[in-house]
């Protein structure tokens, strides 16, 4: 738009170039073979206008045509010189600020994203991106010259040209912003690109509106390019914003960056000794130095202090296919000594943007160490353009069975746009989803951990179960009830780190849901506007049902168990509150063993409750009893090394039997329910239970059984473990002595 005007005379003092070439730049360059960077500013009035010649490409977009048959070199040039000439015919005789015709403006945002590879939709639709708005030229007007997906990505444009960002990035103001891309990357592409060019040219407007106009871009528009893996944009515009909000820190950088370039390139023979190992090894390479921008060099120096020469850039190895990234890898950690902990491959689990690369670090012989990135040509290309390099997202093949559905397929991973339009609907208070977005934009670290099928999912760092229960399966996480981490039990609340394997436990009960809980330990938006509005529905339920009737004069409908333990049957019994505490010993022994003890009685031990056909041991203890425990029983150890000798003690004929079991479980309703259910399925008799109080989501219940036969003990065990929510079940192991 007009509101951010050149300058002709280039860019202010508060608005520098960045010391380094832009990423834009570097990419371009790779392709244009040092063809030097157009100054859109500078084209004469004649190539403005067109070339008089019928069919031939109008001199002003005769570079916007190069950049993009660079990419596309079967491409219609036709659609944008068409394009060009109503844009420039409805610009005609409107000046930016600095007194250049306004077309200078669509004109150099569409280089820019011909540059970036953008196809010629997208093209078509930058050139014509502020006709509509600016001009007499209708959509109707565009839909019939262009087609409907011209029109589409003009109209989209639009509504995001007139969002009035304020003094600063207002909740609903990006909820309209977000609602205007109807869900098409490519509206964000433009907006972006329209961003970068008002930025580069941001210098004739009053400092305090730079700085307003940088601020936004900071906080939304930026994060917004790092989403949709855009790099080359989003570097460009760091700088930019850096010079206006930072300028004491930029101007302190660009002398650093300075002051190194003076000692030569300390990175230069490095990479020729690269070239030369790959060459020896038969791998074909490009290796680059890759200069870091102003904004990078900055975060380095924060973090490591000091900079030597080599931190100041990296190289960057191009290669033709993913196995050849590997082999380069082999090559390198066996002729350099590798940092092993500066290792990270993004091939194998690829960035949430798309982003792919190996990155590693070797030392040399002088102790400096260069950070190096290996990559495909194509991996390249996506790592600078993101999305914008995937051409028409929307006509891809493997796209054609939801276009059947009427339904566009969101290219971002893991779906990032589209979620994001489902949180502002689901958010209806503009101030939360604002809160959950800024805190999402604002991760910059991502881990990736590995599902129980073999997945994986890309997490922001300091995730805990909760994220990755609902970023794997959605609403239905609401009954997830634990998970195991490295194949160990933990509580939702764990936090997981880069390349944990998890397994999320969900309880089979519709009614399970979460608890308030839940919402101190979801770091993604994601789980945190899910939980919430599960919780505000549940607290609306609540609020509408009726009344119940006091408990003393009810029957089961004042029912006031605690939805951890489900309904207490008949015989069963719930631990006070208090410190958990050991489960009781069984009650009343079973005779089912005989001693070599004269006129002894036998008692089956409360601690490890033997049954047939443990191998058992006794001891004797007042009152003419001997005491039965199994051979590995603690307690047996201790009677021994006390110098009491055990008494034999051998299994009767009878098979029945009475064992004590717990069963640890994550809390859910109706789990008594089902394990005692489970327990009655088995044939056996509840002597007794208890369900001590639940902790961290956690519930034990002790269970004295009664078996008609003791084979059936394992059988049993198993079916109390297959009760959802259970994750163990073992005989009773406490303390108690002989």
């Not at 938006?525 to 609306?540: F, H, K, M, N, Q």
């Amino acid at each position: 738009m007009s509101a951010e005007a050149t300058n002709p005379n280039g860019v202010s003092p508060e608005v520098r170039p960045p010391a380094q070439p832009a990423a834009l730049q570097r990419t371009a360059q790779s392709r244009r073979r040092g063809r030097p960077r157009i100054d859109l500013r500078r084209l004469g009035r004649a190539a403005l206008l067109g070339s008089a010649a019928r069919g031939r490409t109008p001199d002003a977009i005769a570079h916007v045509a190069e950049a993009h048959r660079a990419h596309h070199p079967d491409a219609d040039l036709t659609i944008l010189s068409r394009a060009y000439v109503l844009a420039e015919s409805s610009h005609r005789g409107q000046m930016r600020k600095s007194g250049e015709p306004y077309i200078t403006h669509p004109l150099a945002v569409t280089l820019i994203l011909a540059e970036l590879g953008a196809e010629t939709t997208t093209l078509t639709a930058s050139l014509l991106h502020d006709t509509v708005e600016d001009t007499d030229v209708t959509l109707d007007q565009v839909r019939e010259q262009f087609g409907d997906e011209v029109c589409f990505l003009v109209d989209g444009v639009t509504k995001l040209e007139k969002v009035d960002y304020g003094a600063a990035a207002e909740p609903e103001t990006f909820r309209k912003m977000l609602v205007a891309t109807g869900n098409d990357v490519r509206v964000m592409s433009i907006k972006l690109a329209d961003r970068l060019h008002n930025m580069r040219t941001l210098g004739v407007m009053r400092p305090e509106k730079q700085v307003r106009i940088a601020k936004v871009t900071h906080d939304v528009l930026i994060p917004l390019a790092e989403r949709l893996g855009v790099q080359a944009l989003k570097t460009e515009l760091e700088d930019l914003v850096f010079a206006i909000l930072q300028p004491e820190a930029n101007a302190a950088t660009r002398a650093l960056i300075e002051a190194n370039a003076a000692h030569g390139d300390p990175l230069a023979p490095i990479a020729d000794s690269v070239r030369g190992v790959l060459k020896e090894a038969g791998i074909t390479a490009e290796v680059v130095v890759r200069p870091r921008h102003s904004v990078s060099v900055h975060r380095v120096s924060d973090k490591r202090g000091e900079l030597r020469g080599t931190d100041f850039g990296r190289l960057l190895v191009l290669v033709g296919e993913d196995a050849d990234c590997y082999a380069v890898l082999g090559e390198l950690h066996t002729c350099f000594t590798p940092v092993i902990s500066e290792f990270k491959d993004f091939i194998a689990s690829p960035k949430f943007n798309l982003y792919q690369s190996l990155h590693t670090a070797v030392a040399g012989g002088d102790g400096a160490v260069a950070e190096i990135l290996i990559r495909t040509h194509q991996m390249h290309k996506v790592a600078e353009a993101g999305v914008v390099a995937l051409g028409n997202p929307y006509a891809q093949p493997d796209t054609a069975e939801a276009a059947q559905d009427g339904e566009r397929v969101d290219p971002t991973r893991p779906g990032w746009l589209s979620r994001l339009l489902e949180w502002q609907e689901a958010t209806p208070d503009p101030d939360a989803f604002w809160s959950s977005l800024r805190a999402d934009l604002a991760q910059d670290r991502e881990i990736t951990v590995f599902r129980s099928d073999g997945g994986t999912l890309g997490l922001p760092a300091g995730a805990s179960c909760v994220d990755a229960a609902y970023a794997q399966y959605g609403e239905a996480a609401h009954a997830c009830i634990g998970a195991r981490v490295n194949g160990r039990l933990a509580t939702l609340s764990t936090v997981l780190r880069d390349g944990d394997s998890v397994q999320l436990l969900l309880a089979q009960d519709a009614a399970s849901g979460p608890s308030p809980d839940w919402l101190d330990h979801a770091r993604t938006p994601a789980a945190r506007i899910a939980i919430a509005g599960w919780l505000a529905d549940a607290d609306t339920t609540h609020d509408a049902a009726p009344p119940k009737a006091d408990s003393a004069d009810s029957g089961p409908s004042g029912d006031t168990t605690p939805p951890e333990s489900g309904p207490v049957l008949p015989g069963a019994q719930t631990a006070p509150e208090g410190p958990a505490r050991q489960p009781a010993a069984a009650v009343a022994a079973v005779e089912n063993a005989v001693t070599d003890l004269p006129d002894a009685s036998v008692r089956m031990a409360g601690c490890c409750t033997p049954v047939p056909p443990d191998r058992v041991l006794g001891f004797a203890v007042r009152g003419g009893v001997v005491t039965v425990h199994r051979e590995g029983c603690a307690a047996v150890a201790r009677m021994r090394a006390l110098g009491r000798e055990p008494v034999g003690v051998r299994w009767q004929d009878t098979a029945d039997c009475r064992v004590t079991l717990i069963a640890e479980s994550f809390g859910r309703p109706h789990l008594l329910a089902d394990l005692t259910e489970a327990i009655a399925t088995a044939g056996a008799e509840v002597v007794s239970a208890t369900v001590e109080p639940p902790s961290e989501q956690r519930v034990r219940h002790t269970y004295t059984l009664q078996l008609p036969d003791a084979t059936g003990l394992p059988a049993l065990m198993r079916a109390m473990r297959e009760v959802a929510g259970v994750y163990d079940v073992s005989r009773t192991q406490n303390t108690a002595t002989a």
